[in-house]
């Protein structure tokens, strides 16, 4: 079985960066789009920022200017960089990859379990 794992997620003060990173558990071929959502305390989840895996990026107008996804294919990990973060970005952080698998051969939606960021003074 294959999962998604993210780490980085801590409590940070406004203003401040936060990398975040997401990699497989498990046996793979390849990972397509990757992508980063979030979900706030009685909100909606959200896309936060995607990438390709030729490395075309698009991000939420929330977050744009401040937040850079980028990813390592040789790695199959994906990251986050967060600055100037501000207490509207406090939410679980959660990847998203389509991931090529084999015996059988198949692409499946993957999602991480989550990770925790928030952002207070």
């Known amino acids: 079985q294959v999962q998604l794992v993210e780490s980085g997620g801590v409590l940070v003060q406004p203003g401040l960066s936060l990398t975040l990173s997401c990699a497989p558990l498990?046996?793979?071929?390849?990972?397509?789009?990757m992508g980063w959502y979030r979900r706030a305390l009685g909100k909606e989840r959200e896309l936060v920022a995607a990438?390709?895996?030729?490395?075309?990026?698009n991000y939420a107008d929330s977050v744009k200017g401040r937040f850079t996804i980028s990813r390592d294919n040789a790695k199959n990990t994906v990251y986050l960089q967060m600055n100037s973060l501000r207490p509207e970005d406090t939410a679980v952080y959660y990847c998203?990859?389509?991931?090529?698998?084999?015996?059988?051969?198949?692409?499946?939606?993957?999602w991480g379990q989550g990770t925790l960021v928030g952002v207070s003074s």
């Open positions: 990438i390709t895996r030729g490395g075309s990026a």
């Open positions: 498990g046996s793979i071929l390849r990972i397509l789009a």
């Open positions: 998203n990859g389509n991931i090529i698998v084999r015996s059988p051969y198949r692409t499946l939606e993957v």
